[in-house]
């Protein structure tokens, strides 16, 4: 119930706030011209534009020049009634609006005769498209459901449309993938994503989501590649227009689980050859064939919509408010990549280096003090000349796991899954208030919080050692306002509010893990102030021995944007 407050709060402060958040209308308009069996005009027939699934009723006439046009419509379905003395009423079903489009209907044909004769179409071939020179392509929500989206991103459906590359890798859900799309050439970073006419792009990269849905809770998915009308703006590259499910006048649900794992995987002819040390009874054995990745995720689901109806309060009718819900959660188990470095054996942790090769397979030589410029005895360093706080950093590294070769230019090697938890919910609500006033809002809220062996761009290490929590929750609020002054004026008004965040902490089971105090890592820092809460700085290895040298340290974690 705390959560739901705050949710309501939020949305309440979406109106108020509205003037300086502006957004982009999804809605779209229908048009057509009526003529008789000669081709001639039609004037002031009346036209009726129907939405069985929420009951809404439009009206318009023809004109002078037979024209008539239903400004400001939301994506759906909808039947034509067209009625005029001395013509047969025209009952047109099967008219498909989707997501901002201006769709026209052509020159509709009235046949003489009564107005109590019926015709009724209920198929009619693709329309020529005339109000727009776009090129666009429309995936609706059931063609979603009959293609196979690897990862559960809406994202990965780019690639459907002409003119676009996508080479993203989809498979594990996330906010990631706008940064791999461009159409007709246009850059990366040039791509605008649209929720419900809310801007969902993190513009700190311009590559990045900041909120996500389930495909479940999409009703349509549209990509502009060129040619797109003044209205779409901000980049130059694909405009990309996503509309959630909304309520109906029934209840409607749906519930789902989607499950892979390794275990149904072929291992790769990589892992079957590579040759490892592992220990055997305690003994070092070096052996051919690593097993299988890890690689699993269960996501299960559900929506529900409806109306809302309150018979002895406000809403009498079961035709005016209406909202939609949905719920996902992604458990996923990442593989990561292998992760091949050099670690100091134990002889070098103790000194003694007069078995260590170099990358060429061949003996490092002498280990010169540094004081005297003379060759320590048998390339062995002195126990008296061990630094405290460098002998600390070494015990943080791990011993080699792997025989030391020229081949293999490396001991130690690492591949340890990530464990990326999400949840993804969506409420909106739709509210008729008038036949010629409208209303929606909704609330989309992530939950990403991240577990990586590896770290992340500002904590972590290349030995798989210390977990790192990288937390980054997303959350879009939406609003917009629809009034039809009349057939030839509207007004459209949508705003609302994106935000995600990026918290990246040492795991909570071990936080003092990379801390220079508990790990005796107290080297002297040039610039203090410049790494947070006492985590050890960034550093690496290098030299003639070290072909992939190890990594450790915080830059300037934690880090909170």
């Known amino acids: 119930m705390h959560v739901f407050r705050n949710h309501f709060r939020s949305f309440v402060l979406i109106f108020a706030v509205s003037t300086s958040l502006w957004g982009q209308s999804t809605n779209g308009t229908i048009s057509g011209a009526l003529v008789d069996a000669q081709e001639a005009i039609v004037p002031a027939a009346k036209v009726l534009l129907l939405s069985p699934a929420r009951d809404l009723n439009f009206e318009a006439a ?234 699993r995720f269960q996501n299960p689901g559900y929506t529900i919509g409806g109306p809302i109806y309150f018979p002895k309060l406000f809403n009498k009718n079961k035709d005016k408010l209406f909202f939609f819900w949905s719920q996902e959660y992604q458990r996923q188990l990442q593989p990561e990549g292998p992760r091949r470095i050099t670690v100091p054996t134990a002889a070098e942790r103790s000194g003694d280096f007069s078995q260590s090769l170099n990358n060429q397979g061949r003996p490092v030589g002498a280990i010169r003090d540094p004081l005297t410029s003379a060759p320590f005895p048998d390339s062995r360093i002195p126990a008296s000349r061990f630094y405290a706080p460098g002998r600390a950093l070494l015990n943080l590294l791990p011993l080699p796991n792997q025989p030391q070769s020229v081949t293999l230019n490396y001991n130690y090697e690492s591949q340890v899954s990530t464990r990326r938890p999400r949840r993804e919910d969506l409420i909106r609500i739709d509210y008729n208030i008038t036949d010629k006033l409208r209303m929606f809002g909704h609330i989309i809220n992530n939950n990403n919080l991240f577990t990586t062996p590896y770290g992340s761009f500002v904590l972590g290490s290349s030995t798989g050692q210390f977990l790192i929590d990288d937390n980054r929750p997303g959350r879009s609020y939406g609003a917009g306002l629809n009034y039809i002054v009349n057939p030839r004026m509207t007004t459209d008004f949508t705003f609302g509010f994106g935000r995600n965040d990026i918290n990246i902490n040492p795991n909570a089971a071990n936080p003092d893990a990379l801390s220079r105090t508990k790990t005796g890592v107290t080297l002297p820092l040039l610039y203090p102030g410049a790494v947070q809460n006492d985590f050890i700085p960034a550093f690496t290895f290098n030299g003639t021995r070290l072909a992939n040298s190890p990594g450790l340290g915080s830059g300037n974690a934690p880090f909170k944007n």
């Open 62 to 295: 023809s004109d002078s020049s037979g024209r008539f046009v239903f400004p400001s419509l939301p994506p759906g379905q909808y039947e034509l009634k067209i009625s005029h003395p001395g013509f047969k009423t025209m009952d047109r079903k099967g008219i498909t609006l989707q997501v901002g489009e201006r769709l026209t209907l052509g020159n509709i044909r009235m046949e003489v005769g009564q107005v109590a004769e019926t015709i009724e179409v209920n198929a009619e071939v693709v329309t020529l498209k005339t109000e727009s020179a776009e090129r666009s392509n429309v995936l609706t929500s059931k063609q979603m459901e009959n293609i196979a989206v690897n990862g559960r991103s809406y994202l990965g459906l780019a690639g459907l449309t002409a003119g676009v590359l996508s080479t993203g890798n989809f498979q594990v859900a996330g906010t990631g993938g706008l940064a791999n799309i461009s159409a007709n050439g246009a850059r990366t970073n040039q791509n605008q994503l649209m929720l419900n006419g809310i801007s969902n792009v993190d513009t700190g990269n311009n590559g990045d989501q900041l909120a996500t849905l389930s495909l479940d809770s999409v009703q349509e998915f549209r990509i502009l590649t060129s040619s797109y009308q003044a209205e779409y703006g901000r980049s130059a590259g694909a405009q990309i227009i996503v509309q959630t499910k909304s309520g109906t006048k029934d209840f409607h649900g749906s519930a789902y689980y989607y499950r892979r794992h390794d275990s149904m995987n072929a291992n790769t002819w990589t892992r079957n050859n590579q040759l490892n040390r592992q220990f055997i009874n305690g003994v070092s054995t070096e052996v051919t064939g690593l097993p299988r990745q890890l690689y």
